[in-house]
Each structure stands twice: as structure tokens, then as C-alpha cells.
């Protein structure tokens, strides 16, 4: 992509200002060195577990936990005619008598229970589903066949669910309800609630009286913060930072967040206190922070007027708000399985507020710029961009890349805020949506979003061509060979009926059974702070929030376009060989010299990505037609399914596990990321790439992700900002974007030493790539890169 000289210097003048060598800016160029955190990160690593998701190292945590579930089994031993809602209120009232507040004397915040937003360790909310699982069977809420079925299609990787027929793990959280009101202010309105509700509404008072007891919970806790506080400060041995944090959480929690904060650094700390409470007491796997420079700007500004807070004073939070973050687990353990450095916890800055200006502040500035000098790889920074984005915000990222900062996942505003519009949703709230987990944006306090579910596309293509009765018959799936096609067309149809027949399938079964995880672990306190819920008097579970997606991924459909591609192209067109001859060689594994033979002619044809109206007309007819096949289809909750395009790391161990396919693949070999073309058959640049993403359906798509790596000798700043405005405006959802060399990267491998701050975005997440296994660092290391 070029750039005339005019552009290109004044590119160099916006950088110089976001650096902070002209104009006003937190920071200067000059400060951009590291700052060491190694007091605070001494003391949280010596808390939080090796493994993200493991338990963490004070023994009092798990043991709190074991003297909850047996309060809770005494009473289900006293009553057993139990429900959810009653084990939900069991948990509630036991938690307060065994709770163990954390606090870390280099650290200002109180929000730590050990659960990590309810992603690791011992949860007590998770007693619910111990308690209650039996339900499936007992109240014949779900057959053992279709457990066996869902776990044989799991298996066979023809599906992903992150929990039994809904996504169990993954929620929104209401950052922005209770930065307005705190939980006291949800507390009255569901108080109200209750005395409004009519008396033959069983189920729906018990949803708001196990509430208010939830929430009374969550105040008690706070206090118990606060109590904490003050005991630690007795200690004559205190330093002075200690000191100085502990009178400042004994102060502020004795108030907040049961009461709104008033201050940056009780906005700063509400956003903690919400993943980790919510998820430690109600059982919802948060996987946000939230959105700090738009969400806590006021509470800044105020501050910063007021000479409460200096601007120093500012940064300083601000690092140990991520620093903490980072320590949740040691980031140098190597990466080698499904989830390892995959903590959920992004932050999402930038955008535009809710009016619609573009939101670069001074907040904006200082995150991004205190990530890299506190030497962070998380929080993840989720950032959105528009083709109307500020330069400078541009500049800021693109120069972060180019220090090997690649932490970003760049969200579109262009694309998200037009479907949400286009779904019902008000402006000024689709304007509000925050980035969460790896690529999904949501809306925060109005969406609880249902969408850790992965169809693999590319599968029944599979199962098409290496037949195998047994699992055929295991997971259901009836499939229609392809040996006997006599035109593309045919081919094409056989594969998207083998496909579309399954995926409705797999669809009815989430319907049909989906609901039934509201007899098993409800979240009162969660609904309660999300809108409707409190006027539903249902649980979130239980359709209680109006807006709640039910998203379903089309995994690796790139690799399928390219296999129809490349059997249109030396079946039909070339005429090289026959279709059956075709069929054989991929099964064989391209084996021999005539697979080696019918294996270049596959590369030489077209693919995904080519820029060619052929491929990108391929790949926009499986989009338009999925997406009309399944309009009507409903989920258990009464709402639409939406349909979105990505990937996590199963692009590499599906593909580990997967046969080969008509794209050129061998055995073993990794998938496509995304709309990302593969690697195996990529050959262009960044426009090209981008002009094809640029030419499908969007607005059939709640969510799809790019993962592109550019070349770092051909890249600049102000070329990353010229890329970056191109996608907003003309293309998907999500940009995932590295930066490097391969000769960096075989030098990093030779002597990590060297290299410690070199991160690299792996799919859904970064880590150091010092801290990759061998297996991924080759795997990064052997990606197409654009210039």
C-alpha cells in the first residue's frame, strides 16, 4: 500500500505529537524506557497460580471454599427437596462467615477472591452445578443420548460447546450499571421490584428475594475489605506505599462499590471488583474489563481539576491496574496446550462515545503507553478504530507494533455498530459495546451473549472424502459422498447440503436443550444487573435479558472455498485429472508422483484471498447462503442465532488431527485462521488480502477476525495507520495484526535472552515468544507475512 510524500510527512508530525515530542501528552518520547513493577509483581506472583487457571497458592482459599460447600451440603442434607435458586441463596448466605479477603501492600486495589473472574481455582459458585447436575436426569431435562451425542461430535471435532448446550463460560459484565448506580442502587431497584411483584409469580420472586440476598452478600464482602484494611494497617513494619494503600482501600471500601465511585481509583477498582466477585459468588466466567478511558474519563478529569489526583499519580494506577492483570499467572511458562496463557482479561479502549466522537484521551494515551513501560502482555488491549479515527490514535498503535508490542486486537466500529443497529439496539448503546475474550464485541449491562460454540465447516468436507461408518453413525451425520459429481456445481451442493443438514441439527439440539442450564446454575446477582432483568424477574438463564446472542462459529471455512477451488480448477477446468482420481490422491495423502503432480496443479489454482472475483465469490456464496438457510432458526431463549467467522487454537490442533483435504493440506497440517488466507497458499500482499475481505456479505456477521502478520522490514508506523483505516472502512470485524521477521524470530529461538519484550499475537491471545513452545514458535514463524 503506498503513500504519497504529503501524507507520509504529515504522518511523521501526528506521530511526533502522540509521542508527546510536540503538543500536550502524558508521556514523552523520552519516558518511554520500562518501569520496573518488580516490588508488585514479586508479591502477586507469589499469590496467584503458575498455570492461569489452576488454584491459587495461599491454602486458606481452597479451604474457604471446602467450608462453604459443606455448609451448603449440611442444609441440602436438611432439605432436600431442593432447587438451583435455593443452592444459589445457600452459597450467598455461607460465603460472608468464609470469606478470604487479599490484599498485597505494593497494590491499592481490594477486589481479589483467587478466582480470576471465575476462570480458575476453587469457585464457590460452582457448588451450584455439584449440587444440581443431577437434575438432568432427575427431572428428565436432558437424555443420556443427547449427552452422548454432543460429547461424540465434540470429540470428533465436528463441534465446540463451552458448557452443556449453551455456552456456560463467557459473560459481558454490567461495567457500565454499576459504575452508575453501584450494586446499592441495583439493591433498591430490585427491593422495589419485589414489592411489586405479584404474589403468583413464584418463580419470579424467588429470582429477586435470592438476589437481594446475593447482593447483601457483595456489601459484606466489600466491608470485609475494608476490615481487612485496617488489621494490616497495625502492622508497625508497614512501608510507606503500604501504608498508603491500605488507608486508602480502608477509606473507599467501607462505600464502594455498593455505592458508585467518586474517584478515578475507585472507578479503576470497580472494574476489578465486579470480574472477580461476580464470578467468585453468582458462577459467570467474566471475560471483560471493561472500557476505562470512556467509562472512567469524568472520574479522571474530575480528579485531575481537583488536584486529588496528579497526572503521575494517574500512570502509576493505571500500571498496576494491568500489572495485576499480568501477574495472574507466570507468563513464561511455556505455551503448549489448548488454553495455557488464556486469562479473559481484555480491556477495550478507544472507539467513539456515545454521541459518536471519536474517543483518543489522555486515558487512551496513558493505557497503551503504560502496558508497554510496565512491560504487559496482559490485560489485552482491544482496541476499536473507525475510518474516522483520530491519526494520531492510529500512529500510537502502529508504533507500538513496530516496537514488537503486538498486543492488540483491533475492533471495527464501521461493522459493529451498523449490525447492532440493524438488530434493534439504540445507537447510543450499540456505540457503548466493549471488546471481551478474544474478538466478540458485546454491549455492556444489556448483552449476556451465548458464543463459545465452533461448527468446523471444513469437517463434513472431510468426512465426505475419508468415509468412516462408525463415526457416522456416532455423531449423526448423514453425508453424501462426492465421488460422483459431474460438475463444480454439484460438488459445491453436495458439500454445503452435507454441511447446512448438520449444522441444523446441531442447532435444534442446542434449542431444544439448551434452557434446561436454568434448573442447574442461575446468576440472580448477574441478572440483576443487566437491563430487564429486574423487570423479566427471570434469570439470565431463563431468557430473563431481552438481548441475549446465541452465536455460532464457522470454523476454517477458508480451507473449504480453496478444496472446491482447487476441484473446480483441476477437475473440471484443467481437466487433469478425473474427480474420483482426485478423491483418491487426497486420500492417499498426496502420496506418490501422481499426488505430487495433482498437488502443485491444487496450488497453482485459485484460493481465498487471491483477490480474484472467483474466490471471493466463493466465499461470499457459503456466507449469504448460511445465513438465509438458518434466518427463523430460534434459540431456547426465544432469540435469533447470528453467525460469525473465526477461530481460536483450533486452527492448529484440529488441523493436527484432521485428514487431508482437496486444498493442498496434508494429514496433520494446520487450518486457516479466520478470513485469514492459509498459509499453505498465500502469496499476496496486504491490499490484495484486504480487498477480499472487503468484498463479503458483512452484515451476515455478528463477529469475524483477521489474523495477519506484516513483514517488519516493510513496515512503519504510519503504514500500520494507513492499513488500519482501510480495514474500518472497507472491511470485517476484527484485525488481529502482527509484527516481525523471521530472521528476528529464528534469533529470538537461538537466544531468547535477547528478546524477552518480543510479543506476538498467537490467535486469540499474545504471549512473549520466548514463551512458546517450539511447536507454536514455528508455527508463527512459518506465517505468510504482507507488505
Not at 443420548?145 to 461430535?153: D, G, I, P, V, Y
Not at 521477521?741 to 486469540?764: F, T, W, Y
Request: glycine share 6%; with cysteine; charged share 25%.
Amino acid at each position: 500500500m503506498s503513500l504519497s510524500r504529503r501524507t507520509f510527512l504529515k504522518g511523521s508530525l501526528l506521530t511526533a505529537t502522540a509521542t508527546g515530542v510536540v503538543g500536550q501528552s502524558l508521556l514523552n518520547a523520552a519516558t518511554l524506557e520500562k518501569i520496573d513493577y518488580s516490588a508488585l509483581r514479586k508479591q502477586l506472583r507469589e499469590y496467584y497460580p503458575d498455570e492461569c487457571h489452576g488454584r491459587v497458592k495461599d491454602k486458606r482459599q481452597g479451604d474457604s471454599v471446602k467450608n462453604i460447600e459443606n455448609t451448603v451440603r449440611a442444609w441440602v442434607k436438611a432439605n432436600p427437596n431442593y432447587d438451583a435458586l435455593d443452592i444459589r441463596r445457600e452459597i450467598y448466605k455461607a460465603i460472608p462467615e468464609n470469606f478470604v479477603p487479599y490484599l498485597f501492600s505494593e497494590s491499592p486495589f481490594y477486589f481479589e477472591a483467587g478466582v480470576n473472574g471465575g476462570w480458575a481455582g476453587d469457585i464457590p459458585a460452582k457448588i451450584a452445578e455439584k449440587m444440581c447436575g443431577q437434575f438432568y436426569k432427575r427431572k428428565n431435562l436432558v437424555p443420556d443420548e443427547a449427552f452422548q451425542l454432543l460429547r461424540n461430535r465434540t470429540k470428533e471435532k465436528f463441534i465446540l460447546c463451552c458448557g452443556p448446550f449453551v455456552d456456560k463460560m463467557h459473560h459481558v459484565p454490567p461495567m457500565r450499571t454499576i459504575i452508575k448506580k453501584g450494586f446499592g442502587g441495583v439493591y433498591d431497584e430490585v427491593k422495589k421490584a419485589l414489592q411489586e411483584c405479584p404474589k403468583n409469580d413464584y418463580l419470579g420472586r424467588k429470582e429477586l428475594e435470592t438476589a437481594l440476598v446475593g447482593l447483601e452478600t457483595i456489601h459484606k464482602i466489600q466491608l470485609i475489605f475494608a476490615e481487612e484494611a485496617k488489621k494490616r494497617l497495625k502492622d508497625s513494619n508497614l512501608s510507606q506505599i503500604g501504608r498508603k494503600n491500605f488507608e486508602r482501600i480502608a477509606d473507599s471500601a467501607q462505600r464502594c462499590p455498593w455505592e458508585a465511585p467518586k474517584t478515578f481509583y475507585e472507578g479503576l477498582n470497580t472494574l476489578w471488583f465486579v470480574r472477580e466477585i461476580l464470578g467468585y459468588a453468582d458462577g459467570t466466567w467474566i471475560y471483560a474489563l471493561g472500557r476505562p478511558d470512556w467509562l472512567l474519563k469524568d472520574l479522571y478529569e474530575t480528579d485531575i481539576a481537583s488536584g486529588r489526583l496528579t497526572k503521575t499519580e494517574a500512570l502509576d494506577l493505571i500500571a498496576r491496574f494491568m500489572v495485576v492483570a499480568d501477574c495472574h499467572h507466570d507468563g513464561m511458562i511455556p505455551v503448549k496446550g489448548y488454553a495455557d496463557h488464556e486469562m479473559e482479561i481484555p480491556i477495550t479502549l478507544g472507539g467513539c462515545d456515545k454521541f459518536g466522537k471519536p474517543v483518543y484521551n489522555e486515558l487512551t494515551r496513558a493505557f497503551i503507553d503504560m502496558h508497554y513501560k510496565a512491560d504487559c502482555v496482559f490485560p489485552k488491549l482491544h482496541c476499536r478504530i473507525a475510518s474516522d479515527s483520530p491519526q494520531e490514535y492510529l500512529l500510537h498503535i502502529g508504533e507500538m507494533m513496530m516496537k514488537g508490542h503486538c498486543v492488540f486486537a483491533l475492533f471495527n466500529d464501521d461493522r459493529h455498530i451498523p449490525y447492532y443497529l440493524n438488530k434493534g439496539i439504540s445507537l447510543e448503546d450499540a456505540r457503548e459495546y466493549i471488546g471481551c475474550g478474544c474478538w466478540n464485541g458485546y454491549i455492556d449491562s444489556i448483552m449476556d451473549a451465548d458464543d463459545a460454540n465452533y461448527v468446523s465447516v471444513i469437517r463434513t468436507l472431510e468426512a465426505a472424502i475419508h468415509r468412516n461408518s462408525t463415526i457416522e453413525k456416532e455423531t449423526k451425520i448423514d453425508i453424501i459422498p462426492l465421488d460422483n459429481a459431474t460438475t463444480p456445481e454439484e460438488v459445491r451442493n453436495i458439500a454445503y447440503r452435507n454441511f447446512i443438514k448438520f449444522f441444523r441439527s446441531v442447532m435444534g439440539e442446542y434449542t431444544r436443550y439448551g434452557k434446561s442450564y436454568a434448573q442447574i446454575s442461575p446468576h440472580p446477582i448477574y441478572t440483576m444487573c443487566m437491563q430487564g432483568g429486574i423487570q423479566s424477574r427471570r434469570d439470565t438463564t431463563d431468557g430473563g435479558i431481552p438481548v441475549r446472542p446465541r452465536v455460532i462459529t464457522l470454523a476454517f471455512l477458508g480451507n473449504v472455498v480453496d478444496s472446491l477451488l482447487a476441484i473446480e480448477n483441476v477437475c473440471f477446468e484443467k481437466k487433469l485429472c478425473s474427480l474420483n482420481e482426485f478423491l483418491d490422491v487426497v486420500r492417499s495423502n498426496w502420496n506418490g508422483e501422481r499426488g505430487q503432480q495433482i498437488r502443485k496443479a491444487v496450488f497453482d489454482s485459485p484460493y481465498w484471498g487471491d483477490g480474484s472475483k472467483k474466490s471471493c465469490d466463493a466465499m461470499a456464496w457459503w456466507i449469504q447462503n448460511i445465513h438465509d438457510d438458518i434466518e427463523g432458526f430460534i434459540t431456547d431463549q426465544g432469540n435469533a442465532y447470528h453467525l460469525a467467522i473465526l477461530v481460536y487454537r483450533e486452527f492448529l490442533f484440529w488441523g493436527n488431527a484432521a485428514n487431508a483435504t482437496p486444498d493442498g493440506r496434508r494429514k496433520g497440517d494446520r487450518f486457516a485462521q479466520g478470513f485469514s488466507p492459509s498459509e499453505y497458499r498465500c502469496k499476496e500482499g496486504a491490499t490484495t488480502v484486504l480487498n477480499s475481505i472487503a468484498s463479503l456479505p458483512h452484515e451476515c456477521l455478528i463477529a469475524s477476525n483477521a489474523n495477519l502478520s506484516f513483514d517488519k522490514n516493510a513496515m512503519s508506523a504510519e503504514t500500520f495507520a494507513a492499513i488500519f483505516r482501510v480495514f474500518a472502512k472497507k472491511c470485517g470485524h476484527l484485525l488481529q495484526p502482527n509484527c516481525n521477521s523471521v530472521e528476528e524470530l529464528i534469533d529470538a529461538q537461538k537466544h531468547p535472552e535477547r528478546h524477552r519484550n518480543l510479543m506476538v499475537k498467537v490467535c486469540g491471545f499474545s504471549a512473549r515468544f520466548i514463551a512458546l513452545s517450539k511447536r507454536w514458535q514455528n508455527e508463527v514463524i512459518e506465517r505468510h507475512r504482507l507488505s
